[in-house]
């Protein structure tokens, strides 16, 4: 379950880092996305069920981020993860994944175990590195972007990327 990058805020942040060397397997930036919840492989009665009770959930009304600066997981000092933040919209992207978390719930797949931080994936990173002075030196950008609706996504791995496709979108308020 993700909240897509729009078009404009694909095209904004991935100005923002062009020409920044970010360590890792970059994530390409038609592939970008909030993930929402991370389900697994399911499968057919599942998804249906999936589906079903993500139709008749009330995800919330429409609203709008604001992209920050970069940041990395576990931290920074020895990341394996490097991310954009939110500068604004974080409380409204959680409220909406905890209803996207609830809605999953009913279906009997088990609660995820991490709290949600909404972030866009900008790189993976193995071996860990230290990514302290690349996220000093990249000021926080001013994209703004609405978050309208919830995207099911389905993931397939080719060669050495993973593509993702749109399996169901469900609108916000």
Known sequence: MA?????????????????VDVPGRRVRPP????????????????????IRSLDEADLGDRFRVRWGGLGA????SKATVVWVGLADGAPQLIGLAASVESAVNTTGVASEDRPFRPHLTLS??????????LIGSVSPTPVTMPV????????????????????????LA
Do not use: C, K
């Not at 909240?3 to 805020?9: D, L, R």
């Not at 193995?126 to 002075?133: F, H, I, K, T």
């Not at 919830?150 to 469900?170: A, D, I, N, P």
């Open 73 to 76: 997981f576990p931290r920074p």
């Open 124 to 133: 993976r990173i193995r071996p860990p590195a230290d990514v302290r002075d």
């Open 31 to 50: 592939n970008w996305h909030v993930t929402l919840r991370f389900i697994g492989e399911v499968d057919e009665p599942m998804l249906d069920l999936l």
């Open 148 to 171: 309208d609706r919830v995207v099911l996504m389905s993931s397939r791995r080719q060669e050495r990327e993973t593509r993702y496709e749109q399996v169901e979108s469900f609108d």
């Open 3 to 19: 909240a897509e990058v729009t078009t404009e805020a694909r095209h904004a942040l991935a100005a923002l880092v062009d020409g």
